[in-house]
């Protein structure tokens, strides 16, 4: 039996897995891949299955343990059915981007059929000019923004026409299962335990030559690992208070060389200014509606992935921390997320992330998913192609990614392709009951951002909703 066959999920993934008793907090990330043209079908089902060899995860189920706290195992699909996860309709007339947005909200809504693998593809025709869209709908379990780029690249193609492929994958090989991916439940948080014990032993004749360094050093560790985990009680925004299933997706659009241009123009990176930009239209929204609060409570993936990772499963770990909302200066407010920002992807306690997993999943889903439930938004960049990308003969003109909000008020991401940022924002209905007023509050704040940088740039801001 092949490593993927018996491969345990992550602690990482094992989190998302356990939200979804939940719905609230369901791990589904949709995207919206706008394309110039249908895709040629047969060519399509050829790059699926080129992927899923590449990716074969991507074939596999969950399957549940009968032992409390034991991750669920990835094992092979024997029912596998591609026409099951590759689907093919034609929009209601008439045909706008109206229906597009509406068939990718009811899908992120719906749960996945958990005795199947966890993604499903849907290639939408009938679009005026013969455009087409494609649905992705993929567990967060499954992979996380930088791995679904990397899976991108597997499936596209640099030309309309294609290139022949040798059967290989730049992708890397499913390696051996590490330590901590397979270890379960108390031994998971014993090895945990048990990596701490070693690394304090390992740290005593550090601790007799050097005995002040080492006790700070201890000291920032226990101080870090208290800030990465403790618990929010209370959102920070007096209005958005509700949390419910239902949610809304609307998307906004502008120029990457004029947010690239504001970042400059500020030294700071395009991630400031896009987390800027949103905290802007923060304040816009809250002052519409008639109260301010000085900061808001945002919940920040940080990637760990490295080269040597192979595509598939969670390599984050979720940062939570305020960013003010009493700024309205976007040169000193990108000054100050970057200092906050910065100072988070810093922290000591970043890298045993996979091990406060470990120990939080011995926590009942309501104690982890009331601290989530407390987060004000989620906010990720993930950096898409700076060339077209071609799909089974088909020009991808632009991508839209709807990360789950994990139990806030919304998550808005922002992701580049070519010369566009693409901003998708899935809001929870209950918290924000009208999302046009917070796209239109959010697209003001990159309004100010991009009036940051020099004159002669194209700063259009685009909102659909």
Known sequence: MSAVDVRSMTQTDLMSWRMEE???????????????????QDRLVDVMYRAIDAVPMFKCRAVA????????????????????????????????????????????????????????????????DGAAALVVKVHHSLTDGVGGMQLTREITDKTREGMSRDGTSSLSAPTAVTPIDHLTGANAVAHSVGTAAGSAVRAGARTLRHPVDTVRGAARILGST??????????????????????????????????????????????????????????????????VPPELMVTLPISLRTDRDPLGGNRISLARFALPLDISDPDPLMHRVHTTVESWRNEPAIPLSPHLAAMLNLLPVAVTGNMLKHMDFVASDVVGSTTPLYLAGAEITRQWAFSPTLGSAFNVTLMSYTTHVCVGINADAGAVPDLPALIAAVSDGFRAVLAVGPPGIDVAVTVAC
Request: hydrophobic share 45%; proline share 7%; with cysteine.
């Open 65 to 128: 343990s009968s032992f409390p706290w034991t991750p669920p195992r990835w094992v092979d699909d024997r029912d596998f059915d591609l026409s099951w996860h590759l689907r093919r309709m034609t929009l209601p007339e008439p045909g706008t981007w109206k229906e597009v947005l509406e068939f990718a909200r009811i899908a992120g809504m719906a749960a996945f059929d958990k005795d199947r693998p966890l993604w499903e593809f849907t290639v939408l025709d009938g679009l005026a």
């Open 22 to 40: 939940d719905p609230i907090l369901r791990s589904t990330i949709v995207s919206i891949v706008l394309l110039d043209k249908v895709p040629d």
């Open 226 to 291: 208290s800030r990465m985990v403790r618990p929010a009680t209370t959102t920070l925004s007096p209005v958005m208070t509700e949390r419910s299933a239902r949610r809304s997706f609307g998307v906004l659009e502008l120029p990457v060389a004029a947010l690239a241009a504001a970042a400059t123009a500020t030294q700071c990176s395009i991630n400031d200014a896009f987390l800027a930009a949103v905290l802007l239209g923060m304040a816009e929204y809250h002052r519409r509606c008639g109260a």
